[in-house]
Nanobody, 125 residues
Framework: QVQLVESGGGLVQAGGSLNLSCSAS????????LGWFRQAPEKEREFVAA????????RYENSVKGRFTISRDNAKKAVILQMNSLKPDDTAVYYC??????????????????WGKGTLVTVSS
């Protein structure tokens, strides 16, 4: 079993920045992928970004490339999603996700093994 604890989120004006953090604990083993999905009202959950604990390049959804950065905090076994130049369309509940597969390219809502409870990000215009 793996537990995911999210922090961050909140209300920000368009053009502003927010950081989300997610720490993993439990039976993570040494190779896995951590990342984020988001779900806006009346929309399906969509992939945002993912990073492998084994190294390699992170993966991003096209609409957030150049604005969001995902990074690892090895000491805390956590990932940080730095979100810049936020837009009203970024408003959603953001979910941390864990996959025992170390390859970010396989990260999808169908392959996620564990989910966080979600944190709300609201971007006002």
């Amino acid at each position: 079993q793996v537990q995911l604890v999210e922090s961050g989120g909140g209300l920000v004006q368009a053009g502003g920045s927010l950081n989300l953090s997610c720490s993993a604990s439990g039976r993570t083993f040494s190779t896995f992928t951590l990342g984020w999905f988001r779900q806006a009202p009346e929309k399906e959950r969509e992939f945002v970004a993912a990073i492998s604990w084994s190294g390699g390049s992170p993966r991003y959804e096209n609409s957030v490339k150049g604005r969001f950065t995902i990074s690892r905090d090895n000491a805390k076994k956590a990932v940080i999603l730095q979100m810049n130049s936020l837009k009203p369309d970024d408003t959603a509940v953001y979910y941390c996700a864990f996959n025992h597969d170390r390859r970010p390219e396989t990260f999808s809502s169908k392959t996620v093994n564990y989910w966080g409870k979600g944190t709300l990000v609201t971007v006002s215009s």
